[in-house]
């Protein structure tokens, strides 16, 4: 692992911002049959290959599909909740976003497959990769983040994978009981989340990362796993006040993204950053933000941002003990 304690110096991959290659490939990506054809093709092969690796993809599909998870619905969404413009724009292959049952009976398989991706000729299983996904985050953590542990909200917690491992992390840790609070913006993830925890062992909530509704200073460590990237700037700033806000003193937000600077990053081949810019429309703005300089401007202290994986980076910043 390797970590730096500079403010970045905005180093982007050629395929991302206003390049000549970017901006062909954007070109590419509005030219609506293309577009459709490329979102066929990515979703058969994300499937194929992780099905290659033992992730189950097609089958808990049916599993989750044959369930009554569709009946938990109402009970786990928040009818004041609003969805702001950004969230409502197909992703990741789906024309509801995150905001359907596909995205929500999908998004486990999703995860352990985007984890093999990482290593991809280290022929590892997919819970080893996940592992050892997770386990560079909370390496981060360990070495730079919060000394004390009570209050956990993980931002974007998806159907609950990052949320439950870092709760199980901190509880095998530390000798005294942690709460932890998974947030979302799609009550379809929120549901599939509360029913994989099955030891009831987090309170899950459907808000906007930019208005919890949580209390001034009452976290003491708010994460973001693999959001960032999903997000337009402006969002990532309004989420970033809004942690600052509800962090205690001394308090640490971490987020783990794909790193830019990585050589992985740098050099994806056309088809994957094709594919990539295609399904996941905020990635120029991602892939051009300087989070380190906009955590600071927020109201941060200087970040610490360490490479944790061969194409992830963990971004940790402390809220001032004086605040
Ligand atoms: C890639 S998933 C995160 C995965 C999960 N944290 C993990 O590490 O396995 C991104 C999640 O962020 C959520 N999200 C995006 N914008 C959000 C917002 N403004 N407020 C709350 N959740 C948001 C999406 O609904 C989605 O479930």
Redesign the pocket.
Known sequence: MTSSNAASTALKPAWAGDDLLSRLVNLLIRTKPLYALMKRQARKVLIKTAEKNGVPWRQTYAEWDASDIRDQLAAIANPTVTY?DY?QVPFHAYTEG?LCWQAAFE?ESA?YAMALRVWIQEELTWPEAQARLRGGFHQALTDHGPEQVRDIL??????G???LTLHQYYQQRLDHPVRTVG????PH?LAIAQRRDTQQDISWRH????ATGFADASFDLVT????AH??PRQ?SRA?FREALRILRPGGILAL?DNDPKSAVIQNLPPVLFTLMKSTEPWSDDYYTFDIEAALQEIGFEPAVTVATDPRHRAIVARKSALD
Not at 224 to 227: A, I, S, Y
């Open positions: 702001p969230y995150n998004a995860t993980d931002i974007g917690c998806s159907v994978i990052s949320t947030l979302d913006l799609s993830m808000a906007q990362a930019e973001l796993q693999f959001v999903e997000l969002a989420i783990t």
